[in-house]
């Protein structure tokens, strides 16, 4: 094959260090998921949906051929947290929290993982973060070690 050639769509979770309402100003918040955008297309890759509340965060995107989850998750980290110390005082120790989540989406499902960031704010009056987070690892069929799941 001449061309390599690459589908790949997925769902990021990650959360504000200690799950620490920093995101509670919700003009803040969209724009900060409008931000994600630019720092995915600087990487090559496509935001599809961005959403969460006040202590976390949802992408859904496509992955470029030639980005890693890792590094895709490192640069939106690493780009977000710079520019949100600046847009308040009150964020300047401003952190996401170390690890992350990422999931694989089928082209059939992309429409349903958008309805639901989209209605991140009405889920999380019934489901918090730590369910919620447990649920996909669990539906993922994810190992994990509830001792360091959290920081």
């Known amino acids: 094959m001449a061309q390599s050639l690459a589908q790949i769509t997925i769902h990021v979770i990650f959360s504000t260090k200690d799950r ?3 995101l509670e100003n919700r003009l ?4 900060l998921h409008r931000y994600f955008g630019g720092i995915l297309a600087q990487i090559d890759c496509q935001l599809l949906a961005a959403g969460g509340t006040d202590d976390h965060v949802h992408i ?5 051929r030639t980005c890693t989850p890792a590094d895709l998750v490192k640069e939106l980290k690493r780009v977000s ?15 996401w929290q170390s690890g992350y ?3 694989s989406v089928s082209q059939s499902q992309i429409d349903v993982v958008r ?7 009405e889920h999380h ?4 973060f730590q369910d919620e987070f447990r649920q996909f690892l669990e539906r993922n069929y994810v ?5 360091y799941l959290w920081e």
């Open 20 to 22: 620490r309402p920093f």
């Open 28 to 31: 803040l918040r969209e724009e």
């Open 60 to 64: 859904l995107c496509l992955l470029a």
């Open 81 to 95: 947290s710079i520019w949100l110390k600046t847009k308040d005082s009150n964020l300047h120790d401003f952190a």
């Open 101 to 103: 989540g990422i999931f």
């Open 115 to 121: 309805k639901y960031i989209d209605g991140q704010e």
């Open 125 to 128: 009056r019934k489901v918090s």
């Open 143 to 147: 190992a994990y070690d509830e001792r």
